[in-house]
């Protein structure tokens, strides 16, 4: 063999060997180093999981009322390997399931270990299918969801999917402590996915979830959704929310939102029901907010409750001119009075003396510019005004509760800290968790986040918005027998950022008994239809929820109530253009009292307007206007607020102007004021309504 031959087969053995080595070094890895990998996935294709759901925990309310629960359903499954015909097997399940025959097929003959056919099967459909024995076919256990109280906290408690899991409310913020732990069935099957016989099997049961134990209570929580159903369909209104609260720690006690929907069947209504609106929509608070203005001007020292504000109906900031909802003006005022009056004119002063960064300082401290920690899921922090960017307008008209937006929660935690003394607290609404065998597991400890005003200043804004009720804006709020402390609220609605012409919000917040709170209560009517003040609208059903809830509660009455109906009434004449002496004459003579506003010597207007049916003793205001004499060719318009249309026409007739009405029923506003000097033959515009009393009870 020549030198070339052996060095080609050497060659050849150096590359076998190679390769001999190579396999060895594979073989070796294979049997030493990647066996139990090979050995699990070797298992893993002998081993059929089927999984098993495990219930989810309940949901109770504080008093151990059930409000979510799970049941045992079964569900279908198939595992395509083991079914012998699949086109009779479909043909079989189609008429049982109501399923196409064609659907059925395309899941029968896919080429996998495992596929669902029907989840969550009603028990009628499942007993016909396991009486057909059916190859390849089968059940396993799975968790259906119920909310026994069909649409009662709906929104709150969330919805749950095919697969058990949480998807909104706090079937979602909560998904971890509810879910459960998945159990699963193991057969052991061959190559091409027979169940071997004799083969083994094993069985990993599903573990429950836990229980939530919330702050709701579920009769304040009827209480609340009764009543706004009753007002939001009264008045043809688009939506409302009713929020309660303690106060003294921040636990929710209903939280109520139409339009509702049943989380059973939740697919079958609008996806808009669902929102916590409560927590994820910013609105005008409009004068619900004037608390906040008076509880910072209070603690800051701009103001002190011994100060006076004069309203002439209007107040120029800049080159604007923004106006009150009285046109005529409140006059002067007491701090405790721009309060109960509502006035726009005071509060703009009010905060003009506290100054923007005074302003922001303790709109910050209320929580107005961020989430109020809230647990559910979707939290707004509102919408309001950079202070690097705000104007001395930007200042005025929030005052009062425009341009900014916040959530209703951050408006109820607001005033839930003028009610409990100054602290912030954080709302909530779980307030513990339990195992399966009631044990508490987990208790839910919220403190007071900080010290927002002091005990003094808590106590003077609880004095003035007590006035409110007994007095002022409020009075529909009422309650024989018990302290009520609140604030009415009128705003106009936000579209797409810009104020919708039209639409209104009415409000009304308040907490009792106003000298020891124990409830606070948040009112909200959307776009109610014909009136649409907070305290035409939304007092009456503050008063019908915070009676029901305080009776239910077992909180006594501070005092008697007075019986109205044994006291006399008297009709109030219209004083309009008399004397002041006179007019003070005839209320005497009708036992009231009157109260004079203005320095003038005549009655240019009066409230209660003429016609108002009152209780003796009650107070008259009577507003008065400085008398200059008008001069040539011009002549003072007089007021008309309170007077049917006729008698408005001829009033005005007969001081040389012409009339432009617009509504009927008396009227409630009118340009120019009452008082004002004009030429003579000039148009008043003049807005009338059928409920003269709403322009002074609507703020």
């Known amino acids: 063999m020549g030198v070339l031959a052996r060095k080609r087969v050497g060659m050849v053995l150096?590359?076998?060997?190679?390769?001999?080595?190579?396999?060895?070094?594979?073989?070796v890895y294979i049997q030493f180093i990647w066996a139990e990998e090979l050995g699990q996935q070797a298992l893993d294709m002998r081993m059929q999981d089927i999984p098993i759901q495990p219930r989810r925990g309940i949901i109770y309310d504080r008093n151990g009322h059930e409000l979510a629960f799970s049941i045992d359903v079964e569900s279908l499954y198939a595992i395509p390997a083991q079914i012998k015909d699949p086109s009779e097997t479909a043909r079989a399940l189609s008429d049982i399931l109501g399923m196409s025959y064609d659907k059925?097929?395309?899941?029968?003959?896919?080429?996998?270990?495992?596929?669902?056919?029907?989840?969550?099967?009603?028990?009628?459909?499942?007993?016909?299918?396991?009486?057909?024995?059916?190859?390849?076919?089968g059940f396993t256990q799975e968790a259906m969801r119920v909310w026994p109280k069909v649409s009662m906290l709906a929104q709150v408690l969330g919805i749950v999917g095919i697969d058990n899991d949480g998807l909104e409310g706090l079937e979602y913020e909560h998904d971890r402590i509810l879910r459960g732990v998945e159990g699963k069935f193991t057969v052991e099957v061959d190559a091409i996915g027979?169940?071997?016989?004799?083969?083994?099997?094993?069985?990993?049961?599903?573990?429950?979830?836990?229980n939530l134990v919330l702050t709701i209570d579920e009769v304040i929580q009827f209480i609340a959704e009764r009543e706004l159903e009753a007002k939001v369909k009264?008045?043809?209104?688009?939506?409302?929310?009713?929020?309660?609260?303690?106060?003294?720690?921040?636990?929710?006690?209903?939280?109520?939102?139409?339009?509702?929907?049943?989380?059973?069947?939740?697919?079958?209504?609008?996806?808009?029901?669902?929102?916590?609106?409560?927590?994820?929509?910013?609105?005008p608070p409009g004068s619900t907010f004037k608390p906040i203005t008076a509880a910072a001007a209070l603690e800051s020292g701009a103001v002190s409750p011994s100060d006076t504000f004069y309203c002439g109906g209007s107040i120029r900031v800049g080159p604007d001119t923004l106006h009150c909802h009285r046109t005529e003006g409140h006059g002067s005022q007491t701090f405790y009075e721009v309060i109960q009056n509502s006035c726009n004119v005071g509060f703009v002063q009010i905060a003009q003396r506290m100054g923007i960064e005074d302003f922001y300082k303790y709109i910050e401290l209320f929580g107005m510019t961020s989430p109020t920690g809230i647990?559910?899921?979707?939290?707004?922090?509102?919408?309001?005004?950079?202070?690097?960017?705000?104007?001395?307008?930007?200042?005025?008209?929030?005052?009062?509760?425009?341009?900014?937006?916040?959530?209703?929660?951050?408006?109820?935690?607001?005033?839930?800290?003028?009610?409990?003394?100054g602290h912030m607290v954080v709302p909530h609404l779980v307030k513990e968790v339990t195992d399966n065998d009631g044990n508490v597991v987990e208790v839910t400890d919220y403190e007071s986040v900080r010290q927002v005003i002091s005990a003094r200043t808590a106590e003077e804004l609880r004095i003035a918005l007590e006035k409110v009720i007994s007095e002022g804006t409020g009075k529909a709020?009422?309650?024989?027998?018990?302290?009520?402390?609140?604030?009415?609220?009128?705003?106009?609605?936000?579209?797409?950022?810009?104020?919708?012409?039209?639409?209104?919000?009415?409000?009304?917040?308040?907490?009792?008994?106003?000298?020891?709170?124990?409830?606070?209560?948040?009112?909200?009517?959307?776009?109610?239809?014909?009136?649409?003040?907070?305290?035409?609208?939304a007092a009456p059903v503050f008063s019908a929820v915070m009676r029901d809830v305080l009776r239910y509660l077992e909180i006594p009455p501070q005092e008697e109530p007075v019986d109205e109906t044994a006291q006399e009434t008297v009709i109030v004449p219209d004083l309009v253009g008399k004397d002041i002496v006179a007019?003070?004459?005839?209320?005497?003579?009708?036992?009231?009292?009157?109260?004079?506003?203005?320095?003038?010597t005549t009655v240019v207007s009066q409230f209660p307007v003429a016609?108002?049916?009152?209780?003796?003793?009650?107070?008259?205001?009577?507003?008065?206007?400085?008398?200059?004499?008008?001069?040539?060719?011009?002549?003072?318009?007089?007021?008309?607020?309170?007077?049917?249309?006729?008698?408005?026409?001829?009033?005005?007739?007969?001081?040389g102007l012409s009339l432009s009405a617009q509504g009927k029923g008396f009227c409630v506003s009118q340009e120019p004021q009452g008082g004002s000097l004009v030429p003579k033959g000039s148009m008043v515009k003049a807005t009338f309504r059928m409920d003269v009393g709403e322009e002074f009870t609507g703020q």
């Open 104 to 137: 059925l097929m395309s899941i029968l003959t896919r080429h996998t270990a495992f596929e669902w056919i029907k989840r969550k099967v009603p028990d009628d459909m499942a007993r016909q299918i396991k009486q057909l024995k059916l190859p390849g076919i």
């Open 611 to 655: 016609g108002a049916r009152v209780l003796q003793h009650t107070n008259v205001i009577l507003y008065t206007e400085d008398e200059e004499e008008p001069a040539e060719g011009m002549v003072r318009v007089p007021t008309i607020i309170g007077l049917g249309l006729t008698q408005a026409r001829a009033k005005l007739v007969e001081a």
């Open 194 to 210: 027979e169940e071997l016989p004799h083969s083994q099997k094993g069985y990993v049961p599903p573990v429950q979830g836990k």
């Open 375 to 421: 647990d559910l899921p979707g939290e707004s922090r509102g919408i309001i005004v950079p202070q690097e960017s705000a104007k001395p307008i930007d200042l005025a008209v929030m005052s009062y509760g425009q341009t900014l937006q916040v959530t209703p929660m951050q408006t109820v935690t607001s005033l839930a800290a003028i009610a409990n003394g």
């Open 234 to 283: 009264e008045t043809n209104a688009e939506g409302g929310l009713i929020i309660a609260m303690d106060p003294s720690n921040g636990e929710i006690l209903a939280l109520a939102m139409q339009p509702g929907y049943d989380p059973n069947k939740y697919d079958e209504y609008p996806t808009e029901n669902r929102r916590i609106k409560a927590i994820t929509d910013s609105f």
């Open 14 to 27: 150096g590359l076998v060997g190679a390769c001999f080595l190579l396999l060895l070094a594979r073989l």
């Open 477 to 537: 709020a009422y309650i024989p027998g018990y302290r009520l402390a609140g604030k009415t609220g009128t705003s106009n609605k936000v579209i797409d950022g810009r104020i919708a012409e039209g639409k209104y919000i009415a409000s009304f917040a308040g907490f009792a008994p106003a000298n020891d709170p124990k409830l606070v209560l948040l009112v909200m009517i959307d776009e109610p239809k014909g009136e649409y003040y907070g305290g035409v609208v």
């Open 583 to 600: 007019a003070q004459t005839d209320l005497r003579e009708l036992g009231l009292s009157g109260k004079i506003d203005g320095a003038g």
